[in-house]
C-alpha cells in the first residue's frame, strides 16, 4: 500500500500521463535517491526521484550526495 500526499498526486499523474515515465515506490526517500544515483550510473540517462517537503527532502539528500559527489546526472523534485 502506498500512500500520496495531494500535492503529490497532481505532480505523479502529471508525470505519468504526459512523459510515460515509469514510477517506482520505495520504502524511503534515501532509498530513492540512492536508486537514482545508481540508475544514472549504469544507464547514463538521469536518474530522477521525488520526495515530499521537510524531512523527506531531508532524507532523500543521503542518496542525492553519494550522486553529487561521483558526478552523477540526478534530478530531484521535492512538492514545495
Avoid: W
Avoid at 19 to 27: C, K, P, V
Amino acid at each position: 500500500m502506498s500512500l500520496v500526499f495531494r500535492e503529490d498526486h497532481r505532480f505523479l499523474t502529471c508525470r505519468h500521463q504526459n512523459a510515460g515515465i515509469e514510477f517506482i515506490l520505495t520504502s524511503n526517500e534515501a532509498s530513492a535517491g540512492i536508486m537514482a544515483d545508481v540508475t544514472a550510473r549504469l544507464t547514463g540517462v538521469p536518474g530522477i526521484c521525488h520526495s515530499t517537503f521537510g524531512p523527506g527532502a531531508t532524507n532523500i539528500t543521503t542518496g542525492i550526495g553519494g550522486a553529487l559527489l561521483d558526478r552523477s546526472p540526478v534530478i530531484v523534485f521535492t512538492v514545495k
